[in-house]
């Protein structure tokens, strides 16, 4: 037997835990499975615990066949399956052999083939992501755990080149060269430790990152209708691929015009790339990859609607979120390595960017829905032209006063009856009526002093 493993478990010790029902921190197995790893996985994460090997579930020793070539295969299939040693003892009881298999409590989540695992009673049970963040320390970070069998093998070099090449031309990454070598630069941008990768290196420059991160994509729906789908697309790949793909996939869904501005052409989209990209960033890096669920971005002929698996950080609301605050990333690893390529900024200035240009393209006020689970944000496309509204069956009158508000920011009583010179009856019910075919709300003062601004949702669609 490899003396290595071997540990100061006895015999004593083991008939006394025979006498013992399976509980929280003991389980009996007739033979070595795969099921034993889950056990192993649910004891670390726990409060460690014991797996005997060659007891049945009525505390039977049934014995397993344990040739020096067996002992060691075990040895080594925890080891490469979980990343952790147990300490491991075989024993002789009753002319049988018993292997024993100490499980510590471990400082971090061990997973088996991708699942975590924990103890509840005497059964072995999946672990949520809310139970990963119970369990272990508040500072826990998905992007610093890693999957026991990532390689360097695993990694697209050319993306990782690219990237250092962006880097240094952003003037944003002085302390490497595009020509170092993978190892040391991942070890550099905290993308592994001690040699080893973690999710953070393998989603953002793996080759085949849909195969350990089933779930880490982005799915992009064109809607007509609420439940009508039009178009359907699954984003894969790496971070950075997800990022530019997702975004070219929205602009075939969206519109795009072009108008000629000093012998220039200049393409008009139907809301400005600079929004989508920032909305896009904060989807792929604010995420929470603890949870299972996908990114989803759904397109409507009015509207781009953006979810993500991750809300507010602790003590956050909308209102901070809105207002001035400095920038703090669920997945500070991966923020950087974008960060460096240029793509976001290091300052919190995303969500006030995504404001910024919506407005200076004559959009609505954007909507912002969080809690501590999911994040959304919704688009509202230029639905106030002159042509929609001509559908709306509105009087001139009211068309140039909508125009009006588009530029001017609102609009009052008193002002609509100058510009037409009309009686207040008649402004009335012009006003009155644009409120309810939702394209104006009131504001503020009642009476001749009301004010009126563009509603933020879309108006009553034409027939």
């Known amino acids: 037997m490899n003396k290595h493993f071997e540990t100061t478990i006895n015999l004593g010790k083991i008939i006394e835990l025979l006498k013992r029902d399976e509980d929280v921190d003991l389980e009996f197995k007739e033979k070595f499975g795969d099921n034993i790893l889950k056990t192993i996985s649910a004891f670390s994460n726990t409060i ?172 992009i729906i064109r809607m007509k209708d609420n439940i009508t789908i039009v178009g359907d697309k699954w984003i894969e790949g790496n971070l950075f691929n997800q990022f530019s793909e997702t975004i070219e996939t929205i602009k075939s869904f969206i519109n795009v015009r072009y108008e000629i501005k000093d012998v220039e052409r200049i393409n008009i989209w139907d809301y400005p790339l600079e929004a ?26 009015d509207k781009i609607w953006f979810y993500n698996p991750g809300g507010l950080p602790e003590g956050w609301n909308l209102e901070k979120l809105l ?15 974008f960060y460096l390529a240029g793509i976001v900024e290091n300052v919190g200035s995303g969500i006030e960017r995504i404001i910024k240009t919506l407005n200076m393209s004559n959009l ?24 929609y509204l001509r559908k709306l069956n509105l009087n001139d009158r009211q068309i140039k006063a909508v125009l009006y508000v588009k530029e001017k920011g609102k609009i009052t009583n008193k002002e609509y009856r100058s510009m037409f010179d009309i009686t207040d009856k008649t402004a009335l019910i012009d006003l009155n009526s644009l409120c309810d075919k939702g394209i104006l709300k009131k504001i503020g003062k009642t009476g001749r002093s009301t004010e009126y601004i563009l509603s933020e949702i879309n108006p009553k669609n034409p027939k």
């Open 48 to 219: 460690g615990g014991t797996v005997i090997v060659g007891v049945n579930k009525n505390k039977e020793i049934t014995g397993i066949i344990l040739k020096d070539i067996d002992y060691q295969n075990i040895v080594n299939k925890v080891l490469s399956k979980l990343g952790i040693t147990p300490d491991f003892k075989a024993l002789d009881i009753e002319d049988k052999k018993i292997l024993v298999i100490n499980v510590r409590k471990s400082s971090v989540p061990v997973s088996f083939d991708g699942k975590y695992y924990k103890r509840v009673g005497n059964t072995t049970r999946e672990m949520s992501p809310e139970d990963l963040k119970t369990y272990f320390r508040k500072d826990l970070r998905w992007e610093r755990l890693g999957e026991k069998d990532f390689t360097f093998n695993d990694i697209d070099e050319f993306s990782v080149r690219n990237f250092l090449n962006i880097a240094k031309s952003k003037g944003r990454l002085s302390a490497l060269s595009s020509n170092d070598p993978i190892e040391e630069v991942f070890e550099k941008l905290g993308l592994s430790e001690n040699g080893k990768i973690n999710n953070a290196g393998m989603l953002l420059f793996g080759k085949s990152v849909e195969k350990h991160f089933s779930y880490a994509k982005v799915r």
């Open 276 to 301: 989508i990209r920032e909305a896009v960033a904060n989807a792929i890096l604010h995420r929470d990859y603890f949870k299972t669920n996908n990114i989803q971005i759904k397109v409507f002929d």
């Open 323 to 337: 207002n001035l605050h400095c920038s703090e990333a669920r997945n500070p690893i991966i923020f950087y390595v």
């Open 364 to 387: 609505p006020k954007p909507k912002f829905e969080a809690n501590h689970s999911e994040f959304i944000l919704t688009f509202f496309k230029d639905f106030y032209t002159e042509d």
